[in-house]
C-alpha cells in the first residue's frame, strides 16, 4: 500500500488547513520566553523573532504569526520557506521539543521506542526512495551533501550526517548498485530523537530531507 503523508496526520492539499492551523493556533497560545529556554534558541523580545537552524540555515520566525524568512547563505534552496510539512515539523519541535544532546549513539527507526509504528512506510518512503533516488548517482549524492555542508562519515560507499535542528542529527547511508545487486541505503538518527519527536515527525521527517536534497541538486 502506498505511503501518504496523511497517514501520518500531516494532512495533504486542501486537508492540510485544518492542522496547519491547529498547530498556529498552539503555537500563537504558548509562551515564547519558555520555548526558547527549553530549546536554548534566541529570542528577540523587541522583534519577537525566534532564531533557528534548520538542515544548517539560519531562520528568522515570527511569535504569534509563524512567519519564516532565512538568513542569506550559500545554499539557494530554503525548504523552511518552500516546504508546507517543513514548517509544520518545526512549529511542532517548537511547541513540543526540548534542548537535548545525543550520546554519540545513533539508531535505525526500527530502534526507536515506537520504531515499528510507521516502519513499513518509512522504508518505501525514505530509505527506498534515497536508494532509488542516489544509489546510482553516488557524485551527485556528495555534491549535494556538501553543497548543504553536511559532514561525511565514514559508512557504505557515500555517507553524510547533517544537523537538522540544533543537536538533532540524522546520517544517510548509500551503498552503489552494480549488476548484481540493486542500490541500498540506512537512515540512522541521533539516540536523543525520541525527546522531541514522535513516531510521525520522524517519518515525515525523512521525506522533507529527501524532498530537500532533490530542491538543493536544482541549484548546486
Request: charged letters at 30%; one cysteine or more.
Amino acid at each position: 500500500m502506498a505511503f501518504r503523508l496523511d497517514d501520518l496526520n500531516y494532512e495533504k492539499d486542501s486537508k492540510e488547513r485544518m492542522p496547519w492551523e491547529h498547530y498556529k493556533e498552539l503555537y500563537s497560545a504558548s509562551d515564547p520566553g519558555q520555548i526558547a529556554q527549553k530549546l536554548g534558541i534566541p529570542f528577540d523580545e523587541e522583534t519577537k523573532m525566534f532564531t533557528l537552524a534548520f538542515l544548517g540555515t539560519e531562520y528568522k520566525i515570527s511569535w504569534p504569526d509563524f512567519e519564516v524568512s532565512h538568513i542569506p547563505d550559500d545554499k539557494e534552496f530554503y525548504p523552511l520557506e518552500e516546504m508546507i510539512y517543513a514548517k509544520i515539523l518545526t512549529i511542532r519541535f517548537l511547541i513540543n521539543g526540548v534542548r537535548s544532546e545525543g550520546s554519540g549513539k545513533f539508531k535505525t527507526y526500527r530502534e526507536m521506542p515506537w520504531g515499528e509504528v510507521y516502519l513499513r512506510q518509512f522504508d518505501g518512503r525514505c530509505i527506498k526512495r534515497l536508494a532509488f533516488s542516489y544509489g546510482n548517482k553516488l557524485d551527485v549524492f556528495r555534491t549535494v551533501m556538501e553543497h548543504i555542508k553536511a559532514v561525511p562519515v565514514p559508512y557504505g560507499d557515500a555517507a553524510y550526517e547533517v544537523e537538522i535542528f540544533p543537536e538533532y542529527k540524522i546520517r544517510m547511508i548509500l551503498w552503489e548498485g552494480d549488476d548484481e545487486f540493486p542500490p541500498s541505503s540506512q537512515i540512522l538518527f541521533s539516540d536523543n530523537f525520541p525527546v522531541s519527536f514522535q513516531a510521525e515527525d520522524m517519518a515525515v521527517m525523512g521525506d522533507v530531507i529527501i524532498g530537500s536534497l532533490k530542491a538543493f541538486a536544482k541549484v548546486c
